[in-house]
C-alpha cells in the first residue's frame, strides 16, 4: 500500500486498535491532522497540549490502554513535559506523537523547533526522532510495544514534517526485535521459594501493595493471596484500590498522610512484603528507619529499583503476573501454617486500625471537605472513578473515598502535578464510558487547567468536579502552618474569580454550596444529572491533613489530630 | 572508587548522550567516556570509568543504564580478569637538539613513538595503562608540554568469551 507517512500512522494506530487520541493541531502536524479529518479517526481536540496529555494518561489508567496524545512541534511538544513526566514517574503507558520542523530545518534553530529527544529524554521510557518515512512503521509498533510491556511508561516519537508528506510503501511489522529489550521478564523461582519460607517463619508479616499490581493487572491473584493468608495489608497511593475496603486487615494508606495503624505496623513487623512498590520518599518516611524490624521483600518487575531506596532483604525480580500466581501456588499449602504463626499480630493490628481509623473534627457549622469526600462515596455506585488533583483534597480522598477496584482512584502520585485532575478524568471518563467519575480537585489546582472545561462542554463528557474550595493553596498553607511560623507567603487565594461562573462560562453547569443543609441534596441531584457539572463548595481553610509524617522523621512520629489541636 | 564499564549499545544517534545524561543525573561523575565501532557494524561500544562509592552504588547506575532500550549489554570490567589500555598524544616543545634528544630518550624508555617532529616540537605516542601514561606525563613535565590529548582507558576481558555472551 502506497501512503504518505501521516496515513502511514493513522493506520498504525488502527494496527494497535487505538479507540482515540488526545491532541492539539500545529503547522509541523498539519499533514497528520489531515489524515485524521480525511479517516475521520476518533480524536479529542484540547484546549492545551497539557490537557491533551493529562486526558490521554487518565484514559491509560482507567482502561490499562495505551494512551495516545498529539502535538506540534516546538511549544507544541514541550506543553506535553509536564503531562510525560507525571506518566514516567507513575508507570503509566504513553505514546506521545509531536511534530519535528522539516529534516532540512533541524538544527537551524528553526520557527517552533525544540530538541524534543533531548527534552524528553529523562522522563521517557524511550523517545525516537523519525527522520526517514521508512522508518516510521517500525518506530510506532516499536513504541506501543515499549510503552506498553514489562515496566510500562511514555514513548515519544518526534516525526519530522516532511516525513509525514513523503510516501511509503505501507507494511506493519508482525513483531519487533530490539536487542536489549525483552518487555518479558521472568524471574528466578528460588527466589519465590526463599521468600515462602521467610513467610513461614515470620510472625508478624505485612503486606505492602503498590501500583505495580495495578498496571500489571494481578489484584485478582493479589487479592487471593492476602485473603487465604489473611495477613494485614497497607497501600500506597498508586496501589489504592486493590484491597477491598473491607477487607479484614486492611489498613489503609501508609507512608506522610497514611494511617496511624498502616505507619505503625511497618515499623513493628517482622516482614515486609513489598509488592510493585518503590519506596517513595512520601511513604518510607526517613529511610533509613523504615520497617527497621523487618525483613524486606520486594517483588518487582525492574531489576533498577532493588535497593533504590530502601535495602531489602530479599528481591523476587519478575513480572508478577509470573510471581503473584505463582506465589499463591506455593504459599497454599503453608497457608494454616503462616496464619497460626501470626494470629496474634493479625488482631492487634486490626484492633490498632479500629480505634485509630482515619478521622475529622465534625462540625454543626461549616462543610468540612472530608465530609464532601465521604458522602460523594456514599451516593455514588462503588465502581465510580475518582479522580484527584493534587494537594490537601487528594490526601483525604485516599483516606476517605472507599476505592473499590484497581483503576478506580486516578491520581497523580509521583510527581504530584497540580492541574493534573480536571483533563485526566475527562480522559478516564471517555475510556469508561458507563462509569461514573468524580474529580476532587481544589481551588489552587483547577485553575492550573480550568480551560478543560469547555472541552468537556464541548463533547458533553459527563464527569463531575467537586472543587473543595478553601481559598487557599492548602496544602502549602499546612507546612506554612506547621514549619514556616504560619508565614503564609503566596498561598492565600480568596480570588475574586468566580469558578462557578468560569464553569457556566465554559458551557458546563455550575453550582456553588454555601450551607451545610444543601450539601447532600445538590451532591445527589447533581450526581444523577446527565452531563457535565462542576459543584464548588466552601470549606473551612485552617482544616490540616492528618495524621502527618512530617518530613525528616520516622513513620511512628506521626502527628496526630489530638496532638495537632493541642498545639 | 573507580570502575570501568563496557557498554554495548545500538549504533544510533544519541543513544551516547542517553547513557551519559543517565549517568550524570544519577550524580555519579563520570571520570572518563569513550565510544567505538565493534566487530558488529550496528553496534557501539561505550567504555566509561565512573567514580563510585561502592558496589551496591555502582549496580544501581548499572541497573537504571540497563532500561534504556538501546542498550544492550552492560559488563563490570573491573570485576573481571581484563586488559586495560588508553592512548595519549603530549605535544612538547622542543626547540633545541638537547631537549630534542632527552624527549627522545624518554620516549624509548617508555616505549613511546615519536610520530612528528617540527623545529620547534615533537609529538609523542604512547599507549598503555594508566599509571605508565601518567609517569610518562610526569617525567614529561619537566620540559614544556603543550598540549595532551589522550582516550580514556578501554578494556578487554581476557578468556574466550566475549562480554556479548556473558
Redesign the interface.
Known sequence: MRINGARAVIESLKNEDVEIVFGYPGGAVLTLYDEIYKTKFPHILTKHEQGAVHAADGYARATGKIGVCIATSGPGATNLITGIATANIDSIPLVCITGQVATPFIGRDSFQEADV??IT??IT??NY?VRDVRELSRVLKEAFF?AGTGRPGPVVIDIAKDVFAAEVDYEYPAEVN????SGKYIGNEKDLDKAVKLLKQAEKPLVFVGGGVVSSGTYISFREFINMLGIPVTSTLMGLGCVEPEQKGNLGMAGMHGSYAANMAIMQCDLLIGIGVRFDDRVTGIMKEFAPKAKIIQFDI???E???NVVSYLSVIGDLRWSLPLLCKKTKIYAEKIKKNSAQWIDYVIKMHKNNPFSYKKSDNHIMAQEIIEKTAELTENDTIAVTDVGQHQMWAAQFFKVYGPRHFITSGGLGTMGYGLPAAMGAKIGCPDKAVVLFTGDGSIMMNCQEMATLADYDINVKIIVIHNHVLGMVTQWQRMFYGKRYSQSILNSKADIVKIAQAMGIKGIRIDEKTDLIKILKQTLAQQGPALIDVNVPDTEDVLPMVPGGKRLDQMIMESEAANK | MKYQIAIL??NK??VL??VS??IS?RAFNIETINAGYTEEDDVTRINIVVNASDN?EL??VI??M????????IVNISELPSISRELILVKVKADSPGVRADIVNIANIFRAHIVDVGHQNVVIELTGEQDKLAALVDMLGCYEVLEIARTGPVALSRGITPIKNM
Open positions: 529527544c533531548g529524554s529523562p521510557k524511550h526522532l515499549i530490539l536487542r536489549g529489550y525492574d531489576y533498577a532493588v535497593n533504590k | 549499545v545500538e544517534p544519541g548522550t542517553h545524561g543517565l543525573r551496591m549496580n544501581k541497573h537504571q540497563a532500561k534504556l532500550i538501546d542498550v544492550i549489554k
